[in-house]
Every structure is written in C-alpha cells, then in structure tokens.
C-alpha cells in the first residue's frame, strides 16, 4: 500500500540553525511533492511544490529537494526563527494529494 | 476574496444524527476536496470534486456523501454520525484538476460524536 512517512513526530532546535525535515514515500509514483505550512487550529498554508524533473526549489530561507530514485524529498529552514515553529506536513501529488502525519518544528529562542 | 469559507466552527452531535457541513469558495476554483485530519494520521482525503456535477470518492469516504452543483460550493454530509468520525475536517480548493497547484484550505470544523 502507499505510504508518506516524514520522519519524525517532532524536531526541535536552536534559533539561527538550519532544520531539515524529511518525507519518505513508498509504492509510489508522483509527479510531483508539495509542502505546506499547519498552525494550531489553522488550515493547511502552501509553502513550495516541487516537480518529479526537478532537483531543488528555493523560496527565500526554505529549500526543498526531491530525489525519485530515493523516493525522498528534504525540506530545509536556513536561519530558523521561533517564528517558524509549526507542523509542516508534505503531500504527494498525482490525481489527487495525500498527506503525510507532519512533523512539528519547534525552535527555541 | 473571502478564499474558503467553512461553517460551523465547531459542532458536537449525538451518534445517528446527521448533519452538512458547509464548503465555499469564491475563487472559481475547478477543484475541491474534503480532508479529515486526526493525531498522528495526517490528512486523509475523503471526497474530492473536479467540476460541477462531478465527485468522486478518495481514501476514507465510507460515510459521508457530497455534491458539486454549483463551482462554488461543495457540501459534505453525514447521514448517521458515528464516535470514529469525531475529527477537525478540513476543505480545500484549488484552480485546476490534474495541474501541479497549490490548494487552498479553509480554517476547518472540529465535530465531536458522543
């Protein structure tokens, strides 16, 4: 069966330091993979979505990549901020989206 | 633009009740789902709609049913509510079907089922 797993319920770190977040798929053929932003009691906010033909996407501090071979795709906060602290959920794209569980991010001042 | 709308907030209801909850948007969005979200699952799609007069089922729709009769809105129905569909069910739109867009949510309903 298909699977979306991001690695970990919770990440915590320091302000100023990079986070990286992982979302690992299985049985699963995407064209392409989406990140979204989730605060408490808030909707889903898009962050980035990046194609199956390409490596990377920038937008502004975050980075994402998205290796098919590796059926892995990384998300990347540079200079984090407490600002930042949020769930961030990955989504796979075809017909329609399925989610994976997030991770929450908390970074401390 | 408003953006998504979704009504009520918050509801509680008693098993076998049923109820609607209500999705709008008012972008002229092609596509709209209806996702629940619970601790430690994720979002799960239940239906999504590609058009007007168009619906098809996602991964959980055992349930609930829905309609698409104008571009605007897309109703989510529970005919007999039951405890496992206590969730915080969310709706999202987005320009067009089978093209990479981003999707937009609404703030979400929490429904309790005692």
């Known amino acids: 069966s298909q699977k979306i797993e991001q690695n970990s319920e919770a990440l915590n770190i320091q302000e100023g330091k990079t986070a990286t977040l992982t979302c690992n798929y299985t049985?699963?053929?995407?064209?392409?993979l989406q990140w979204y932003r989730q605060d408490p009691g808030r909707g889903p906010v898009f962050l980035l979505l990046?194609?199956?033909?390409?490596k990377e996407k920038r937008k502004e501090r975050l980075k994402v990549t998205f290796d098919t071979t590796l059926k892995q795709s990384l998300f990347h906060i540079t200079a984090s901020q407490p600002a930042d602290s949020a769930t961030y959920l990955c989504?796979?794209?075809?017909?329609?989206?399925?989610f994976g569980a997030g991770t929450r991010l908390t970074v401390k001042p | 633009n408003a953006g998504v709308t979704q009504t009520p907030k918050f509801q509680v209801l008693k098993t076998g009740q049923s109820m609607t909850l209500q999705c709008a948007q008012d972008?002229?969005?092609?596509?709209m789902s209806w996702y629940r979200q619970d601790p430690g699952m994720g979002l799960r799609l239940i239906h999504y709609?590609?058009?007007?007069?168009?619906?098809d089922q996602g991964e959980v729709p055992n349930g609930y049913n829905v309609s698409r009769s104008t571009t605007e809105d897309f109703p989510l129905r529970l005919l007999s509510a039951a405890p496992s569909q206590t969730s915080v069910y969310f709706c999202?739109?987005?320009?067009?079907?089978?093209?990479?867009?981003?999707?937009?949510f609404g703030p979400g309903t929490r429904l309790t089922v005692l």
């Open positions: 972008m002229n969005h092609e596509y």
């Open positions: 709609s590609v058009g007007a007069g168009i619906t």
């Open positions: 999202a739109s987005s320009p067009e079907y089978r093209v990479a867009n981003e999707q937009f």
């Open positions: 989504a796979l794209g075809n017909n329609d989206m399925r």
């Open positions: 990046i194609r199956e033909n390409e």
């Open positions: 049985n699963y053929s995407p064209a392409y």
